[in-house]
């Protein structure tokens, strides 16, 4: 049948056709299960006006817990939007978020049956699990394409929108690692490094149009709802600059990440406990492509517009870091490093990640990309201090499970999690 003999049907090409078989399928169930979705009508009844949460005056912060200057106490910001962005190190931050919502109780604006808002499409509104119009939520949080006009719907005015970027070079690499089996322009690539071969002539492997193929170029621009195809020198690039200026507070930068944490703490109000964390999602060394300066450059010309992002927010996190402070910046720092440090001593056994083969308990199983096992976990302390249990396991907890924890559903992702272990352990 189609002219090819069973000898020349390798298993390769067998899991190839399963997989695609599989895709398909699973695009079909997207389909079925996306939410209608409505046209912006931006009536007063869509909106939420108030906000859901008001936490008493015992949550109030003082300048002693948050080493702020200022004299008067302010109450922790309770109305925030985190736009998620991938391989940027916000799996971290959201389980921050997860941890001081759980916390405080208050009321996230989560998916239903999947952990991202049906990305690439355009968030809507009606992907919300419960949302009616006028309804309040304090948290969204999950991966989503940004659409502003569709998350203000979501929040009372005056919450704060918060955002991460990570410098290109590394988030392409990370990204093509990680996504490169699910991006069918890759498959056709020779050679042992298919990253240096695409970096060399990546016209020859990218068209925009084709499937999942916005993870090869200016991811962070297509995260934001803009153009990921366009040159740096385009006149889009500022003004999508100047549009992510607009809608953002706080914009954290992944290479300072303690010192973007220092900054939200401050932004926010927040103590240092409620900024604690561990290192989530993390790759292990041995998977990491080391890139020449020369291939540093072409990724840079490749993903101009996101280059030029990177630049932009990069200043302007150290912008804040003048205002706030050089000296008081470096004490909050060591003081996270102190904090984290002995989190780390309490909660994880031999005080480091391992591989997932070694992770000893499946609630602490990172999920891991198609066809391999290279994203790090951790195993908790079997004598942990019972007062600091909760925490620890809340702190070394994946996004996934962490979020089975606070109710979603998420049955589209755990089968398309089956899918891939089938086709690519058989």
Not at 264 to 280: P, S
Request: charged share 25%; with cysteine; proline share 5%.
């Amino acid at each position: 049948m189609f002219g090819i003999k069973g000898s020349k049907c390798t298993p390769v090409t067998r899991g190839l056709i399963l997989w695609v078989l599989l895709t398909n399928i699973m695009l079909v169930l997207y389909c079925l299960t996306n939410p209608t979705q409505e046209k912006l009508r931006g009536s007063q009844e869509d909106t939420c006006h108030h906000s859901m949460a008001n936490l008493s005056k015992k949550n109030a912060t003082t300048p002693s817990e948050r080493t702020k200057s200022q004299s008067e106490e302010c109450s922790p910001t309770v109305d925030i939007m985190f736009m998620k962005t991938h391989k940027t190190a916000s799996s971290t931050v959201l389980n921050i978020l997860f941890r001081f919502g759980e916390k405080h109780k208050l009321k996230f604006a989560f998916p239903d049956g999947r952990n991202d808002f049906f990305y690439p499409s355009p968030f809507r509104c009606s992907q919300v699990k419960d949302y009616r119009p006028g309804g309040c939520f304090n948290i969204v949080c999950n991966h989503m394409r940004f659409d502003p006009q569709e998350v203000t719907k979501l929040l009372p005015p005056g919450a704060v929108y918060i955002t991460i970027l990570r410098d290109p070079v590394d988030l392409f690499e990370s990204s093509f690692h990680y996504y490169h089996r699910a991006v069918p322009l890759t498959w056709r690539i020779s050679g042992e490094n298919k990253l240096v071969e695409f970096l060399n002539n990546p016209q020859a492997f990218y068209s925009p149009e084709a499937y999942n193929s916005y993870y090869l170029k200016n991811l962070l621009f297509f995260d934001f709802g803009l153009d990921n195809n366009v040159e740096a020198d385009d006149p889009r690039v500022t003004r999508g600059i100047q549009s992510v200026s607009k809608h953002f507070d706080l914009v954290l930068i992944a290479e300072y990440f303690e010192e973007s944490l220092i900054l939200l703490k401050d932004k926010l109000c927040w103590t240092t406990e409620d900024i604690l964390y561990f290192k989530l999602n993390a790759r292990k060394s041995s998977s990491l492509s080391q890139l020449t300066p020369e291939l540093r450059a072409k990724v840079l010309e490749w993903n101009g517009a996101d280059w030029r992002l990177y630049q932009h927010f990069n200043a302007t996190l150290w912008a804040r870091v003048q205002s706030y402070g050089r000296e008081r910046m470096k004490l909050e720092v060591n003081e996270l490093r102190r904090r984290n440090a002995e989190m780390e001593a309490l909660c994880i056994e031999g005080g480091n990640a391992v591989e997932a083969q070694k992770i000893q308990d499946r609630r602490f199983l990172p999920w891991q990309p198609v066809g391999e096992s290279s994203i790090l976990g951790y195993n908790m302390k079997r004598d942990v201090d019972p007062k600091f249990r909760t925490i620890c396991e809340k702190m070394l907890t994946p996004e996934l499970q962490y979020l089975s924890d606070l109710g979603v559903s998420l049955w589209l992702t755990r089968l398309w999690g089956w899918v891939k272990d089938i086709v690519f352990t058989s």
